[in-house]
């Protein structure tokens, strides 16, 4: 078999792991999946998860890269646009907001069920102590500090530690978004929907720049 042929073989082998391992991990949580149901769910040999990624752990690392690496140039693009469409006195805080958390929304809206396992899978960890605080670190903190600094640029006179907080506040919202739990579906009778994403990306900016603007006032 010619070599590119092969390579193209492995490759889609490759991506079918990736996709089985996000699913079931969103699902169950990495302690909740095995090695051998991942490979059964991407039809393929169990021994290919070490030959291609090493063993779990670094399957798991590659699932949350794929998709982290995608998505934070998208939002960097996305808040380097807003600004650089902006006047003057710089880009509205609810259109920052808007430039960071439209990429997310959109992809979980219209990003097929891969996109959807990826940010139910970030929702969980996030929720983790045992994973939260690491993984945060290492795949999402250069966007969130991006994201940061252009509050800042735009409010240079207010308070960095509510801004941290109004951040923190928001990061809460996003992943009761994307954890899509249909508690509010229950709550309001069938009125709203957690699966409505639209409705989100619609109300959550415009709620979460109300309340970095509350948190600034001295009263």
Not at 74 to 90: Q, S
């Amino acid at each position: 078999m010619p070599d590119g042929r092969m390579n193209r073989r492995g490759e889609a082998t490759r991506q079918r792991l990736l996709d089985a391992a996000e699913k079931l991990f969103a699902a169950k949580g990495f302690h909740g999946v095995t090695v051998r149901a991942i490979a059964k769910d991407a039809d393929a040999d169990p021994a290919l998860v070490a030959y291609y990624f090493g063993g779990k752990r670094e399957l798991f690392d590659a699932v949350l890269m794929r998709r982290a690496d995608i998505l934070n140039q998208i939002r960097v693009a996305e808040l380097d646009a807003c600004e650089a469409d902006a006047g003057p006195g710089g880009p509205s805080v609810e259109k920052i907001i808007k430039a960071f958390t439209h990429p997310m929304l959109e992809r979980s809206a219209n990003g097929g069920p891969g996109w959807k396992n990826y940010f139910a899978l970030v929702a969980q960890i996030t929720n983790s102590p045992e994973w939260g605080g690491a993984v945060m670190t290492k795949y999402f903190d250069p966007i969130a500090t991006r994201f940061l600094n252009a509050i800042k640029k735009t409010k240079p006179d207010w308070r960095d530690e509510d801004i941290y907080w109004s951040y923190h506040f928001l990061s809460g919202a996003l992943v009761l978004t994307f954890a899509e739990t249909g508690r509010i579906d229950n709550l309001s009778g069938g009125l709203c929907r957690s699966s409505d994403i639209a409705s989100v990306h619609e109300r959550l900016p415009k709620f979460i720049a109300a309340g970095f603007e509350r948190l600034q006032r001295a009263d």
